[in-house]
């Protein structure tokens, strides 16, 4: 098969194609969903496994009608008697059968196999990155991770075993059963009784296997999410010597894990023992009486033949048959475990028919309430006009609203009471997308991907041409820093990777590069959240510098505990157990002699002492 063609083939399925709506909650729709594009491949595909499969049966067809040919016509004669039956059972045997063959394992291997793996990554992907923040919240990265993995190869691997195995065998299976009927209806009726037993059998294991086999996949998940959680935090780790209490956190879940498997194996193993013995019996059922139908005068030798032939090529294809629909289970539990971790309804979502945002005007906090459903923290009452252009600072202890408020901002959370607006427009009416769009933000936790330094820059905007990325990281005073960047593999300079988080900059490093990004954004609103706070005082005094220029023309909301960095704002508005309880500009504030005040007068070092939060 040529390049070309096997390229063609591999585009008959669409394997980035989004899905349509949301992943059902039920198993049955959950996995047309995710297949959803790609059935008539799937069973065309079918389709040529159950011809490979017919193909077994006219081989032992074959056999017997060419013993009985050899034995009806003699030594003496057979090939020139019958030399057009051999020629044609030779074309079948190297022509017909490989092209089945080769027809079935192509569409699998290349049609089937290399595109619904993708197909269903990305369609779970996508819905997991809708996902609202607190969904990440609540469980392990790495645990979601895995699930997306676990479920998509599961999928396929159900998808491919189906079209390999079950198609092929029911073929199989059907055919014998009517080749067996020309011989004597007593020998199908057996095979008959024989089928209803197995597949009793089977129908008594797949579904405890199936159970076993989704509390393994849970097991392994969690494994995966506390090996990742511990390296991801390896630093803490180490800092606060906790090496041996993770590795108990390990051992314990690995245990479980371990558990888990010895159940499923043990039940794997039974499962064997009875599959071997069931499939001891048939070849004594068929073969005995098809030779006690020869004795009688009934049967042929031919059909010994293709009775044996039948009956070993059954025994053997049961064995086939009942791992791979044991795996096929065990995997239907796996694809069951991920849904149920992967398919919950998006709890923040765009409005039907919501428009992209204007977001040349003012921000309106109207008397919003946010407390994340609990009966403290959060926000409370906050009626708050942030005017186009304004430069606002924004001050309080920790836990008094700050982040809260930029959250409901960048609708992040929705209010719970009250409405926040852009430009005279609800934030629930606009798209999420187009919102995030429009602001820039740098935060104290600068968030870096494990990529190169240009990259992560030009992840503010994908479009930015490298000069204007220079542009940025040089005005972020970031530049001269990254030229001497090296990374392990020997990439330099903007090429250079950054490591998981950023781990190979220093605090002030990753918030420059984080405000170069912000800076090669250019939205029209920026969010400062202790965007200096690992800066040394030099640094900081040229990055406020750069600051200065990025905020012209911006609406801006920066919070600072460092309150030098703020003083400078056109107002400043104070927090106070998710309150506004001040507001004016640093001059107003002192003069008023309040919180403010205080917070001004008791710094040290220029940040806000932490003993005024218990104030």
Known sequence: MTTATSHRLAGLIDAFRPADGAPPRTLGAFFRWNLEGSWKWLWIAGLLSALAGTAEVITAILLGAVIDAALDTGAATFFQDKLWMLVGVAVFFVVVRPVLFG??????????GPNVNPLVLTRLHRWTLGQAVTFFDDDFAGRIAQKQMQTSRAITDVATEVINVVFFALASLIGSALLLTTINGWVALALAIWV????????????????????????????????????TNIKTVKLFAHADHEDKAAIGAIRTFRDR???????ASTFRFSLMLLAGILPVLLVGGTLYLWAQGTATPGNIAAAGAIAIRIAQMTGWVSFTLMA?????????????????????????????????GDIRFQDVTFAYGREKGGIR?????????????????????????????????DAEEGRVTINGQDLREVTQESLRRSIGMVTQETAMFNRSARDNIIYGRPGAS???????????????????????????????HLGERGVKLSGGQRQRIALARAILKDAPILVLDEATSALDSEVEADIQRALDNVMEGKTVLAIAH?????????????????????????DDLLERDGI????????????????????
């Open 261 to 267: 498997v010895i159940a499923f194996g043990v039940l």
């Open 466 to 496: 490298d000069a204007e990325m220079i542009e940025a990281a040089k005005r972020a005073e970031a530049h001269e820093f990254i030229l001497d960047l090296v990374d392990f593999k020997g990439r330099t300079g903007y090429d250079a």
């Open 196 to 231: 209803v037993i197995y597949l009793y059998m089977i129908r008594w294991f797949m579904p405890r296997i199936r159970t076993r086999s989704m509390a393994r996949a849970a097991s392994r998940a969690m494994v995966t999410g506390q090996v990742v959680d511990t390296i």
């Open 328 to 360: 096929i289970y065990a995997n239907v539990g796996e694809v069951e475990d991920g849904m149920n971790t992967l398919t919950p309804p998006h709890t923040l979502t765009d409005a039907p028919g919501a428009h992209d945002l204007e977001a040349d």
């Open 596 to 615: 403010y005040a205080r917070y001004w007068n008791r710094q040290s070092g220029g940040f806000i002492d932490v003993r005024d939060a218990a104030e």
């Open 562 to 586: 460092r309150l030098s960095t703020i003083a400078r704002m056109d107002r400043i508005v104070v927090l106070e157990d998710g309150r506004i309880v001040e507001t004016g500009t640093h």
């Open 381 to 413: 009452d906050v009626d708050l006009t942030i005017a186009r252009g304004e430069k606002l600072g924004i001050v309080g202890a920790s836990g008094a609203g700050k982040s809260t408020l930029v959250a409901l901002l960048l609708r992040l959370y």
């Open 103 to 112: 027809l079935s394992a192509a569409s699998n291997a290349i049609i089937v």
